[in-house]
C-alpha cells in the first residue's frame, strides 16, 4: 500500500470514528454538536445532548426538548445553555432518566421564529433515531423565551409531545383549541416583572375553557426566575412520565 493510500484510508477511518462519536455520546455525559438542517437552507442549530446512563431492562429512554431563555442566545457559545435547567442539573446528575436536548438560539433570533421551529422538530427526528428514545414520551419544555417557544411549538404541533411545561412564557390564547388535548403544566412568578403573570394567566384560562387538561403553579413570592424551584422539583419529572402519546 503506497504511502498517499494508506493517509486517505486513515482519513476516512477517522472521520467514522468521528461521526460515531457525534451519534454516540458517552452515557451520563452532555456532549456538544450541531444540526446542519436538510430542510431549512442553509440552517445550522448548535446543541447540547445529554444522553442518561442505560436503565435497567435497557427500556427505550424518553426525550425531552428544553428552550433556553433569551439571556443565553449565542453562536457557537453553547456552555451559557448549561446557566439553567436541565443541561445545568444534568451535569451532576449521569442518572437523570431523560435523553435531553438543549438548542442554542442564534443571537438575535427568537424560539417562536419559524426556521427554527422547523429545525426543532428536525433536531427531535434526529436525536430519536440516533439514539433510539421512545417516540411516544417526547416532552416540551422552556423557560421565558423558551416558554414563549414552547407554547408555540406545542400548539403547532400538539401531536408530537406527550405533555408541555412552559415556565414564565405566554403564547396566543387563540391556539388554545389545538392545545386542549394535550397535558400542560404552567409556571409563573407573581412578582414577575420581566414577563407579567398575565401571559401565563390568559393562556391557561384559555385552554380551559377549550376542555384542556392543564395544571398552573403561581409562585407568591418569585420574580422573572421562576424555573430554578421548578426544575429542582422532582415532582416535575413524575408528572412527566405519567404522560405518553398513543
Not at 462519536?21 to 450541531?34: I, L, N
Not at 419559524?114 to 422538530?121: A, D
Not at 403553579?217 to 404522560?243: F, I, R
Amino acid at each position: 500500500m503506497n504511502f498517499r493510500l494508506a493517509r486517505t484510508l486513515a482519513l476516512v477511518a477517522l472521520i467514522g470514528a468521528s461521526s460515531a462519536f457525534a451519534a454516540d455520546p458517552e452515557p451520563g455525559k452532555q456532549v456538544e454538536q450541531t444540526l446542519k438542517s436538510e430542510k431549512v437552507d442553509g440552517g445550522t442549530l448548535d446543541y447540547l445532548l445529554f444522553v442518561p446512563n442505560p436503565s435497567k431492562g435497557n427500556q427505550k429512554p424518553p426525550l425531552m426538548l428544553f428552550l433556553h431563555g433569551a439571556g443565553e442566545r449565542g453562536n457557537g457559545n453553547l456552555p451559557l445553555v448549561k446557566k439553567h435547567g436541565p443541561p445545568k442539573n444534568v451535569e451532576s446528575n449521569p442518572d437523570f432518566p431523560f435523553v435531553v436536548i438543549s438548542p442554542q438560539c442564534p443571537t438575535g433570533k427568537w424560539w417562536t421564529d419559524e426556521n427554527l421551529q422547523t429545525m426543532l422538530l428536525e433536531l427531535i427526528d434526529k436525536i430519536e433515531t440516533e439514539q433510539q428514545t421512545d417516540s411516544s414520551r417526547v416532552y416540551l419544555t422552556g423557560l421565558s423565551m423558551g416558554g414563549f417557544g414552547s407554547w408555540k411549538l406545542a400548539a403547532a404541533h400538539p401531536e408530537r409531545f406527550a405533555a408541555v411545561v412552559p415556565i414564565c412564557g405566554g403564547g396566543d390564547p387563540a391556539d388554545a383549541k389545538s392545545l386542549a388535548k394535550l397535558p400542560i403544566w404552567v409556571f409563573h412568578g407573581a412578582k414577575d416583572t420581566a414577563v407579567p403573570l398575565k401571559r401565563s394567566e390568559e393562556m391557561v384560562e384559555a385552554v380551559k375553557e377549550a376542555g384542556g387538561n392543564i395544571e398552573f403553579t403561581v409562585y407568591p413570592e418569585a420574580g422573572h426566575d421562576s424555573w430554578t424551584e421548578t426544575y429542582n422539583n422532582p415532582k416535575l419529572y413524575d408528572w412527566l412520565l405519567k404522560y405518553q402519546t398513543k
